[in-house]
């Protein structure tokens, strides 16, 4: 169990059309992350919230647009994309905004830009 | 800049056997290290974790590491493999004050 949920967990888009990706955590942490897992790349740290606040974004382009209406959601909009951004999207909880504290996944969701 | 590199690409084991999986980090104090584990269609599941302390840490499903000061190393161990071992296996670095890095990740492969 992660207590954390993605949807959807398959999105296929072209790249005229803006569509949403959704995360909910169970677990009452107040820190959210977006990753995004590329074949043959590190996983990558997008945009990190802690308490509703974005905190960090790791020059992620403007196209990807993310939102915390309060602790236990997060999205990421999503508008205009190209082929490369086809990846795995990964959301991500912990207790607190801090390197060591455990982050807790969501199974993701697969994105295809056509 | 700081990085993680885990030299191995893909690893393959037979059931039973012991396993290594090796993770080399690039920062000038000791961040806190991290193992994470990624089965098919899901997402990572931490493993183990070292901040300070003894170098040799003991993580869920008998997965244990070992911190070598010396060698920057963070190395990924378990005496026998099972076949629901096989996963991906990522190894991130946190340094202090800054975000988390992961390596590119080891898939292992289990023969039966």
């Known amino acids: 169990e992660t207590g954390v949920t993605q949807t959807p967990r398959h999105l296929v888009m072209g790249m005229t059309n803006k569509k949403s990706l959704k995360c909910e955590q169970h677990?009452?942490?107040?820190?959210m992350y977006w990753y995004k897992q590329s074949a043959k790349k590190p996983l990558e740290l997008m945009f990190v919230?802690?308490?509703?606040?974005?905190?960090e974004n790791n020059s992620v382009p403007s196209r990807f647009s993310p939102e915390c209406p309060n602790s236990s959601h997060l999205f990421l909009h999503l508008h205009t994309l190209q082929p490369e951004d086809s990846a795995l999207y990964l959301c991500a909880s912990s207790q607190e905004r801090s390197e060591f504290d455990t982050q807790y996944f969501g199974p993701g969701t697969r994105l295809t830009v056509l | 800049a700081q990085s993680v590199t885990q030299p191995d690409i893909h690893i393959t084991v037979s059931e039973g056997a012991s396993l290594e999986l090796r993770c080399n980090y690039s920062y000038g104090a000791t961040p806190y290290l991290f193992w994470y584990v990624q089965s098919p269609g899901q997402g990572l599941q931490l493993l183990l974790k070292?901040?300070?302390?003894?170098?040799l840490v003991q993580g869920i499903k008998g997965f244990e590491a070992e911190f070598k000061r010396s060698q920057s190393s963070f190395n990924l161990r378990k005496p026998s493999v099972h076949w629901s071992d096989a996963a991906e296996y990522f190894c991130a670095v946190a340094p202090r004050y800054d975000k988390i890095i992961f390596g590119k990740g080891t898939r292992l492969h289990i023969l039966p």
């Open positions: 677990l009452g942490h107040n820190a």
């Open positions: 070292y901040f300070s302390g003894d170098t």
């Open positions: 919230y802690s308490l509703e606040e974005r905190v």
